[in-house]
């Protein structure tokens, strides 16, 4: 089975600026979630999309949505970029069982605001 | 809000020395997973605890699960270069979070 899929891997931007990402999750997983790694605050979780529906949501502001197709594909939106939304974006798709959940993460994408 | 600590933020060892990452959670967990982060690429799950007190092992790794559920730890035998990395513990977050992974920590091998 091929991995999680994000594109793009590297992506630079300016402030004010908006930005979409996209994550393509494991064949048969239906559940995507997204976060995003700083060096300072480490993996924050940023929403979880079910069959597409958000079903959970993190700490962060307005600016920073999602969505999921029918496909299960997966895209996150960001507003009004700030400095501070530099980081890692990492998408995971989850697999679950009757006694175990396990996400899988796919490579990232790398944003840099300028 | 939970919050979910690891100690210690970095640690260097020489190669074949052993090396423990203790993660410790404000609440108490139903599980913990543990997922390990190489320089440069993404999270890599490990293994996932659920039960009180639960040990197990994967080769030259053994993690615990403590009896209140509420920390854990992962031990590594005898490093060696491939551990190399990024170790984080994860657990069910409270609220509306999905899974809250810990602060993190970083080992590096000493050859």
């Known amino acids: 089975k091929a991995g999680v899929t994000q594109t793009p891997r590297y992506l630079i931007k300016t402030r004010g600026q908006q930005v979409t990402l996209s994550c393509s999750p494991i064949s048969g997983h239906r559940s995507v979630s997204w976060y995003q790694q700083t060096p300072g605050q480490g993996l924050q979780f940023l929403f979880e999309y079910f069959s597409e529906t958000q079903r959970n949501k993190g700490n962060f502001p307005g600016r920073f949505s999602g969505r999921q197709f029918s496909n299960s594909r997966s895209e996150m939106n960001v507003s009004t970029l700030e400095l501070g939304d530099s980081a890692l974006y990492l998408c995971?798709?989850?697999?679950?069982?009757?006694?175990?959940?396990?996400?899988?993460f796919g490579s990232g994408t790398q944003l840099s605001v300028l | 809000g939970q919050q979910v600590m690891q100690i210690p933020q970095y640690q260097h060892v020489q190669e074949g020395e052993d090396f423990t990452t203790y993660c410790n959670s404000s609440?108490?967990?139903?599980?913990i997973q543990w997922y390990k982060q190489r320089p440069g690429g993404h999270p890599v799950f490990l293994i996932q605890?659920?039960?009180?007190?639960e040990v197990k092992k994967q080769k030259r790794l053994t993690f615990q699960f403590g009896e209140a559920k509420k920390n854990s730890s992962l031990h590594i035998t005898a490093t060696q270069t491939t551990d190399v990395g990024t170790y984080f513990c994860?657990?069910?977050?409270?609220?509306?979070?999905?899974?809250?992974f810990g602060t993190g920590t970083r080992l590096t091998i000493i050859p």
């Open positions: 995971a798709s989850t697999l679950r069982t009757a006694t175990n959940e396990k996400l899988f």
């Open positions: 609440t108490t967990l139903s599980n």
């Open positions: 994860a657990g069910p977050g409270g609220g509306n979070e999905k899974l809250t």
């Open positions: 605890l659920v039960k009180s007190g």
